[in-house]
């Protein structure tokens, strides 16, 4: 992939968390959905989101919860890679309360908007939202015990640099705890260069045991894949209704097509992994 295709893939994940943060409306696949549970607030408890303001439920456009994947503790410093509307951080917030905090980083100054509003209306001082890549992370060596991130990783068009920033933040000890979407097995060609599909998470998404591999490189330790969800026809063919505006399918695209070579090959897992030390 050339500087300008990573330029252009990038700008179109940034148009449409853009237009996600401007609507904060539920996606398709949300309560009324025809796959209720894959994607959004419906990954959530009511025990668990209820007291957190609407907007930041109708901006959840993950494919997890990993704020319990990461068993948070009282007192932790926890990083949200690609933070959007901020549930997570704000959750993440309430967990490690009082001496703990949450960051919230993201690149789209829309949802860093979005997430303030939010974090004002919780009434939450112990979190911070920063501008900036989850490939080039603002934040010191060794500043952070915990990493998670919620269908985000898969839209980086550099998966190494993440890890390896990931890697360089966390606290010797610390733990990553994300959930992502993972291939099953290798797509075609042509789903690569459709942009629409990285910005509907899918086309950007790693092989299992490429996932596996690039974490060990990055010098993790301890790396668990658990499958949560297979996406079946119906999923995939919601995903698609989805992708629209800037950065979209295509025109010209057989979605139908695209649908079937999909079907079975996509999941959604809880990713864990361990920086070694004390």
């Not at 939450?124 to 919620?150: K, M, R, Y």
Request: hydrophobic residues 45%.
């Amino acid at each position: 992939m050339t500087h300008q295709d990573a330029d252009e893939l990038r700008e179109a994940v940034r148009a449409r968390y853009a237009e996600a943060a401007r609507s904060a409306t539920t996606s398709c696949c949300g309560p009324a959905g025809a796959t209720e549970g894959v994607f959004g607030r419906t990954l959530y408890g009511e025990d668990t989101a209820g007291p957190l303001p609407e907007a930041a439920l109708a901006a959840s456009l993950g494919c997890g919860n990993p704020t319990l994947l990461a068993e948070l503790r009282p007192g932790e410093v926890v990083l949200d890679l690609g933070s959007g509307g901020g549930i997570d951080v704000l959750l993440s917030a309430r967990r490690v309360a009082p001496d703990g905090f949450a960051y919230g980083l993201d690149m789209t100054p829309e949802m860093l908007a979005l997430a303030r509003r939010n974090q004002a209306a919780a009434g939450l001082a112990n979190a911070e939202f920063l501008e900036g890549t989850i490939e080039d992370v603002p934040l010191a060596d060794g500043s952070v015990d915990v990493i998670i991130s919620n269908c985000v990783v898969n839209l980086s068009t550099d998966k190494p640099a993440v890890f390896h920033e990931a890697y360089r933040v966390l606290r010797p000890g610390g733990r990553l705890a994300i959930a992502d979407v993972v291939l099953l097995r290798k797509l075609g060609p042509g789903l690569q260069r459709v942009v629409g599909l990285w910005t509907g998470c899918v086309a950007g998404a790693l092989l299992e045991d490429d996932y596996r591999r690039e974490l060990e490189l990055a010098g993790f330790v301890e790396v668990e894949i658990t499958p949560t969800n297979v996406y079946d026809r119906a999923a995939l063919g919601c995903m698609a209704a989805e992708v629209t505006g800037p950065g979209g399918i295509p025109g010209g695209t057989d979605v139908e097509a695209t649908i079937a070579e999909l079907d079975g090959a996509v999941m959604s897992a809880f990713v864990r992994a361990v920086k070694p030390g004390q």
